[in-house]
């Protein structure tokens, strides 16, 4: 009897096995979609630093070695949008979307200090930057 159900289980693994490698293989789920605050802050970031070489002297707050301060700005109990503001030495950022499965991630990047400027603009999910506003 115990090698009857021991014969039972081994062919059930043996037909069960290849079936979910072949069904993962054929739906393998959705593409990676950029998520969170942080895709918004980074890549307008990397945008501003990249577009602007008057703010060449500022440096990259991704290479300072201390983190990010995050700071949540959407009150208690609110849904369907989300607002965070990160610093980070002379550094603010504040990154706001609503709450969808794509996002469209509004920026706002404000630098104090010597070399001062703001400006805003939208983060898509394919990495597009649309600039609202730059002044110094």
Request: with cysteine; net charge negative; hydrophobic share 40%.
């Amino acid at each position: 009897m115990k090698m009857k159900m021991s014969m039972v289980v081994g062919l059930i693994a043996a037909l069960l096995v290849p079936a979910v490698i072949i069904a993962a293989a054929q739906n393998p789920g959705a593409p990676d979609i950029p998520e969170g605050s942080e895709y918004g802050r980074d890549t307008a970031l990397a945008y501003v630093l990249s577009n602007y070489p008057e703010l060449g002297d500022l440096g990259d707050p991704s290479k300072i070695r201390t983190p990010w301060h995050e700071e949540s700005l959407t009150p208690e109990g609110w849904v369907g949008s989300n607002a965070v503001r990160y610093t980070k030495g002379g550094w603010a950022v504040e990154v706001s979307s609503a709450v969808v499965r794509v996002p469209v991630y509004s920026v706002e990047i404000e630098f104090a200090g010597e070399n001062a400027f703001c400006w805003k603009g939208t983060v898509d999910q394919d990495g597009n930057v649309s600039v609202i506003e730059f002044s110094r």
